[in-house]
């Protein structure tokens, strides 16, 4: 029999685990993590469709690409790069065009490209405090969901079994899924701010913090706190079992 105590807490617990997996699910897979905004230049309208083409269709190169996410109001994620262009106009031109968001996934390999001290220059050598959060915030994410999942299972064998005892490690692994939310925002904030420093950001470029990147943050602390009610629960029932079992042998 579960106290209604330790059962209130269990349920808190999973719907914050429910929620800072939703949250997490969602930032892995939109683009908003940061965002470019360029004043428009004088030539822009005339190599607008250069940059366009060379931004989808050329061979993946990190200085390339990020030029063009400077000087055209990019949107980088975990997995995906944007641009913001001019969509399909009529036959005459249009003074103020359509925008529209233009994507293109990072592949699986690419992913593991190493960075260079000098981003597109593969003599600069390499430079492992980039490649290294580069990947780490692309692997965390995807650690912090499989220890989600793994939990689940666990607490679904807790019910079975109808015991408390494996909610502690339901809490362990949850708390362990927090820290790898938390290091993957970390992780790229981290790989953002060296990029800045080595590429050098055009004059009249900003960038800010996109909504997923907030989602990816939020999570954490919701994985957090559920960790924290799934072990009290677990130690408190322990605890209490415990006392009722020296009870009855006295």
Not at 167 to 175: I, R, S
């Given at each position: 029999m579960v106290d209604n105590r330790y059962a209130t807490a269990l349920v808190i617990g999973t719907v914050l685990s429910l929620l800072a997996t939703v949250y997490l699910s969602v930032a892995i897979g939109t683009q908003h993590w940061y965002q470019y905004h360029s004043l428009p230049t004088?030539?822009?309208?005339?190599?607008?469709?250069?940059?366009?083409?060379?931004?989808?269709?050329?061979?993946?190169?990190?200085?390339?690409?990020?030029?063009?996410?400077?000087q055209l109001n990019g949107i980088l994620g975990l997995w995906w790069r944007c641009i913001l262009v001019p969509g399909q106009s009529h036959w005459f031109k249009e003074p103020?065009?359509?925008?529209?968001?233009?994507?293109?996934?990072?592949?699986?390999?690419?992913?593991?490209?190493?960075?260079?001290?000098?981003?597109?220059?593969?003599?600069?050598?390499e430079d492992l405090?980039?490649?290294?959060?580069?990947?780490?915030?692309?692997?965390?994410?995807?650690?912090?969901?499989?220890?989600?999942?793994?939990?689940?299972?666990?607490?679904?064998c807790a019910c079975l079994c109808r015991s408390l005892t494996p909610?502690?490690?339901?809490?362990?692994?949850?708390?362990l899924a927090?820290?790898?939310?938390?290091?993957?925002?970390?992780?790229?904030?981290a790989g953002m701010d060296l990029l800045h420093r080595a590429s050098?950001?055009?004059?009249?470029?900003?960038?800010?913090?996109?909504?997923?990147?907030?989602l990816a943050l939020i999570s954490s602390p919701l994985q957090m706190m559920s960790a924290a009610l799934f072990l009290?629960?677990?130690r408190s029932h322990?605890?209490?079992?415990?006392r009722m079992t020296a009870y009855r042998v006295a």
């Open positions: 004088k030539n822009e309208a005339s190599n607008i469709s250069e940059l366009q083409e060379e931004f989808i269709h050329d061979e993946f190169d990190e200085r390339a690409y990020s030029d063009t996410l400077f103020d065009p359509t925008m529209v968001t233009q994507c293109v996934s990072f592949t699986l390999p690419q992913q593991f490209d190493p960075k260079y001290k000098e981003p597109g220059n593969h003599n600069s050598g405090l980039r490649t290294y959060l580069w990947r780490c915030q692309f692997l965390l994410p995807l650690v912090s969901l499989a220890l989600v999942f793994l939990s689940g299972l666990i607490g679904v909610t502690l490690g339901v809490g362990v692994l949850h708390l927090g820290l790898c939310s938390l290091g993957t925002v970390c992780c790229f904030l050098d950001l055009p004059k009249g470029v900003d960038g800010s913090l996109g909504w997923s990147l907030y009290w629960a677990a322990r605890q209490t079992y415990t």
